[in-house]
């Protein structure tokens, strides 16, 4: 016979199952109703509402992310979008109700740092890494199998600079010189 503790114990762990399972079905009506594109501009255009909100950053870093959380979502942040502000603020939604705390962590992190990673690259970890609204659509993809004829750029984060390394496909014009004489 089972004892009460016992019965309890299944009952609670029923219960959670049954959340659980529920959870997964709502996830699944998500991403079967959002097309990839669609998550992935979404992911990308609340990166960049969050950098709007917390680019003028403050002492207390954990609150201004807390605040930015709570308030990120809000449609007419999303007004300045090309696709329906609305589908953006779902992508927003669950975003934040699937990946709070670790979007608060990275938020927190990323803004503290006094040399912070460029934008292109936290829009990618966040996008790619963290919520994988991106997955499939990843630049780093194209890294491993470089073709010699494409030309390379590339951002060196300690110089802040930009260095190009010319292919076929693009050349790099020569300068000519302001008194040459066949002008």
Same mark, same amino acid.
């Given at each position: 016979?089972?004892?009460?503790?016992?019965?309890?114990?299944?009952?609670?762990s029923?219960? &959670?199952?049954?959340?659980?399972?529920?959870?997964?079905?709502?996830?699944?009506?998500?991403?079967?109703?959002?097309?990839?594109?669609? %998550?992935?501009?979404?992911?990308?255009?609340?990166?960049?509402?969050?950098?709007?909100?917390?680019?003028?950053?403050?002492?207390?870093? *954990?609150k201004q992310?807390?605040?930015?959380?709570?308030?990120?979502?809000? #449609?007419?942040?999303?007004s300045?979008s090309?696709?329906?502000? *609305? %589908?953006?603020?779902?992508?927003?939604?669950?975003?934040?109700?699937?990946?709070?705390? *670790?979007?608060?962590?990275?938020?927190?992190?990323?803004?503290?740092?006094?040399?912070?990673?460029?934008?292109? !690259?936290?829009?990618?970890?966040?996008?790619?890494?963290? #919520? %994988?609204? &991106?997955?499939?659509?990843?630049?780093?993809?194209?890294?491993?199998?470089?073709?010699?004829?494409? #030309?390379?750029?590339?951002?060196?984060?300690? #110089?802040?600079?930009?260095?190009?390394?010319?292919?076929?496909?693009? %050349?790099i014009?020569?300068?000519?010189?302001?008194?040459?004489? !066949?002008?």
């Amino acid at each position: 016979m089972i004892s009460k503790l016992g019965s309890v114990w299944i009952v609670v762990s029923l219960i &959670c199952f049954i959340a659980l399972c529920s959870q997964v079905k709502a996830d699944d009506e998500f991403y079967k109703s959002m097309p990839k594109e669609l %998550r992935c501009s979404g992911c990308e255009l609340t990166v960049k509402v969050l950098n709007n909100m917390l680019s003028h950053g403050t002492a207390n870093m *954990e609150k201004q992310v807390d605040q930015a959380l709570a308030n990120v979502c809000e #449609t007419e942040r999303y007004s300045i979008s090309e696709y329906n502000s *609305e %589908r953006m603020v779902a992508v927003c939604e669950f975003m934040i109700k699937k990946h709070k705390e *670790e979007l608060r962590r990275e938020l927190v992190e990323h803004y503290k740092q006094s040399k912070k990673s460029t934008y292109l !690259e936290f829009v990618q970890h966040i996008c790619l890494d963290i #919520t %994988r609204m &991106c997955a499939g659509v990843s630049h780093k993809a194209h890294q491993h199998h470089e073709d010699p004829n494409d #030309t390379v750029l590339h951002f060196d984060r300690e #110089t802040h600079d930009f260095n190009v390394k010319p292919g076929k496909n693009v %050349r790099i014009p020569k300068i000519v010189s302001e008194l040459h004489e !066949e002008l």
